[in-house]
């Protein structure tokens, strides 16, 4: 399955205050999320690589929300970066970098937001082309005060702070220079999703999205 238009991973970053991080255990949440998300101003969405439906999950919203941008997270090999492109992703997040899921994701197009949590992972990232990073996990890692002393040494550099976000923590970490965005699993809570209840899961976009 492929799709016409190409994202970059600062296009993705930009799109939105949050790109929501989604846990799918049944197929049959997997659009109707997807539409409750879009209805709420959010379409770039991260559905995580941590179940086994996760790969038809995508397929199926690349299929049938053709408004929403689906995005594989949790890749961290090749074979991840192959599936999720075949299955319909536009982009993948990975927990960490490797150089090898790096050029595995460009050799399928997908734009890519590698994972970082030190000094040494952004300066690896930054040799292999990499610019726009996920900082994980975030809030476990150094959160605020990490990204400020990030500044200096890499001014060239934004982020994407994921782990720990919260709506509440949020906007202290948006109000930093180098954030374009952050990564949140608030979005779509297993409740809202085990209930059905898709008018929450766009109330809680709706109200990332005035972030």
Do not use: Y
């Not at 995580?48 to 929403?68: D, G, K, N, S, W």
């Not at 994980?136 to 976000?165: E, H, I, R, Y």
């Amino acid at each position: 399955m492929s799709t016409n238009q190409k994202f970059s991973a600062l296009q993705v970053m930009q799109d939105a205050p949050v790109i929501p991080v989604i846990v799918l255990n049944d197929l049959a949440h997997a659009v109707p999320m997807a539409r409750a998300l879009v209805a709420g101003g959010i379409r770039m969405l991260e559905v995580t690589l941590r179940t086994p439906q996760a790969l038809a999950c995508i397929e199926a919203i690349a299929r049938e929300v053709p408004e929403a941008v689906v995005g594989a997270g949790t890749v961290r090999t090749r074979a991840d970066a192959q599936a999720a492109a075949m299955a319909g992703a536009r982009f993948a997040v990975s927990p960490g970098f490797t150089p090898a899921v790096g050029q595995a994701c460009r050799d399928v197009g997908l734009a890519l937001l590698p994972g970082v949590a030190t000094g040494s992972e952004i300066m690896q990232a930054l040799e292999a082309g990499f610019t726009e990073l996920k900082f994980f996990p975030a809030l476990q890692a150094g959160g605020p005060a990490m990204l400020k002393a990030w500044s200096g040494p890499f001014f060239d550099v934004k982020f994407c702070p994921t782990g720990g976000v919260t709506l509440q923590n949020a906007p202290d970490l948006l109000a930093l220079p180098n954030v374009l965005c952050v990564g949140g699993s608030w979005l779509v809570p297993f409740d809202a999703l085990a209930q059905g209840d898709w008018a929450r899961i766009t109330q809680l976009a709706r109200a990332t999205k005035s972030l």
